[in-house]
């Protein structure tokens, strides 16, 4: 845990444990949402056969990553998710999205 504390820039523990419970309920609040989204945008398992599932998954990313900085909001931990929305977007290519003023 230390190794990982130093990596994130935190602290306590009791932050880490903070920053666990909202990886924790992001991920099962944004899978738990994705069937209702899907069904809203027309995307059944019927129509979609074996494509329901990637279809499903590219759905959820982005609601993922809108959920984990509104509930790390709700947590009080915006400035560490954040960040650590910037560096994951940064990483996939969306880096041009955060370009820092000169």
Known sequence: MKA???RWGIDSNFQLAVIF???AI???TSAWLSKPVCFW?????????F???PARLIIIF???QVLLVLIGFLFGQFKF???FEKKMLKRLG???LFKEKE
């Open 4 to 6: 990982l504390k130093k």
């Open 21 to 23: 419970i909202v990886f």
């Open 26 to 28: 992001t991920g099962s």
């Open 41 to 49: 945008l027309g995307i059944l398992k019927e129509d979609f056969g």
């Open 51 to 53: 494509w329901h599932t």
């Open 62 to 64: 982005p609601l993922y």
């Open 81 to 83: 998710f954040w960040a």
């Open 94 to 96: 969306f880096g041009f």
